[in-house]
Nanobody
Framework: EVQLVESGGGLVQAGGSRRLSCAAS????????IGWFRQAPGKEREGISC????????WYADSVKGRFTISSDNAKNTVYLQMNSLEPEDTAVYYC???????????????????????WGQGTQVTVSS
């Protein structure tokens, strides 16, 4: 059974940090790009970061660039999202997802659109207080 399980959400003060984890099972972790998405109340889900299959490239939305970092531990089939300098606007349910990694030359890349992803976790709530 394919599973993605997020953890690490919670309540944090503005300016603080939080690390989210996404543990994958039931599929070959290294075959997929991994993306992080979030959905705030009343807003559409947005892609905020993704990492290609070979970890050769990562992408960040402008809203989180310089504050969030995606990383992976392939031995643990886990992807992380380190979130620093959190702002109240970061309050949302955060999801991880596995999807297509596109090849180019000797590397590969991910795309942040949700339709590129087929396996999704259940989400973890992050609330940033001002």
């Amino acid at each position: 059974e394919v599973q993605l399980v997020e953890s690490g959400g919670g309540l944090v003060q503005a300016g603080g940090s939080r690390r989210l984890s996404c543990a994958a099972s039931g599929f070959t972790f290294g075959d997929y790009a991994i993306g992080w998405f979030r959905q705030a109340p009343g807003k559409e889900r947005e892609g905020i970061s993704c990492m290609s299959r070979t970890d050769s490239s990562a992408w960040y939305a402008d809203s989180v660039k310089g504050r969030f970092t995606i990383s992976s531990d392939n031995a643990k089939n886990t992807v992380y999202l380190q979130m620093n300098s959190l702002e109240p606007e970061d309050t949302a349910v955060y999801y991880c997802a596995a999807g297509t990694s596109y090849s180019y030359g000797s590397g590969d890349y991910c795309r942040p659109q949700s339709y590129e992803y087929y396996y999704w976790g259940q989400g973890t709530q992050v609330t940033v207080s001002s």
